[in-house]
Nanobody, 124 residues
């Protein structure tokens, strides 16, 4: 069982930056692939970025490629999402998710554990 807690959301102007953190419970965090998803009002939850347990593989949605960076610190059981050049369309609730295996995938149904989410609002 893995418990996840996100932090770092907030209100930022377009062009600004935010860094989200995801603190995970459990002794073997490196055995869990991790991902970030987001959900805007009235829309389905969508993939943002994923990282394998070993940090060897990273994947990004086309809409955030070149602006967002996913990373992890297995010694601290924490994952991160650095978001730069934010746009109003990046607004939504951002969720951290983890799998029971170290293989990173990009679909919501591949992930077994979810955090409560953190709100990111980008003003124009």
């Amino acid at each position: 069982q893995v418990q996840l807690e996100e932090s770092g959301g907030g209100l930022v102007q377009a062009g600004g930056s935010l860094r989200l953190s995801c603190a995970a419970s459990g002794r073997t965090f490196s055995s869990n692939a991790m991902a970030w998803f987001r959900q805007a009002p009235g829309k389905e939850r969508e993939f943002v970025a994923a990282i394998s347990g070993s940090d060897f593989y990273r994947f990004y949605a086309d809409s955030v490629k070149g602006r967002f960076t996913i990373s992890r610190d297995n010694a601290k059981n924490t994952g991160y999402l650095q978001m730069n050049s934010l746009k109003p369309e990046d607004t939504g609730v951002y969720y951290c998710a983890a799998r029971s295996t170290p293989v990173a995938l990009t679909t919501t149904n591949a992930y077994d554990y979810w955090g409560q989410g953190t709100q990111v609002t980008v003003s124009s």
